[in-house]
Nanobody, 115 residues
Framework: QVQLVESGGGLVQPGGSLRLSCAAS????????MGWFRQAPGKQRELVVG???????NYVDSLKGRFTISRDNARNTVYLQGNSLKPEDTAVYFC?????????WGQGTQVTVSS
């Protein structure tokens, strides 16, 4: 089992930035992918950005340039950096991890972009 704990989020002004953290614990040695997803009210959950074990970053074309992911292997933590935020970026953001047999989700953290 893998546990994911997110932190960060909150209210951000349009044009502002966010930085979310996701700390992984448990049986993390077989994780091959970690990523950030988001879900806005009435919409499906969608990938924001992900990173594979070898460091390859999977961007979503429509979000590339504003969102990126990084990781700190010593802390078993991945970070989501979002810039130039828009009201349509308002959503619950979820951390995701995958190993050979399972997929894991964090509890989600609300990000609201509003003035």
């Amino acid at each position: 089992q893998v546990q994911l704990v997110e932190s960060g989020g909150g209210l951000v002004q349009p044009g502002g930035s966010l930085r979310l953290s996701c700390a992984a614990s448990g049986d993390i040695d077989n994780i091959y992918f970690m990523g950030w997803f988001r879900q806005a009210p009435g919409k499906q959950r969608e990938l924001v950005v992900g990173i594979t074990r070898d460091g390859t970053i999977n961007y979503v074309d429509s979000l590339k340039g504003r969102f990126t992911i990084s990781r700190d292997n010593a802390r078993n933590t991945v970070y989501l950096q979002g810039n130039s935020l828009k009201p349509e970026d308002t959503a619950v953001y979820f951390c995701n991890a995958r190993d050979l047999t399972s997929e894991y989700w964090g509890q989600g953290t609300q990000v609201t972009v509003s003035s």
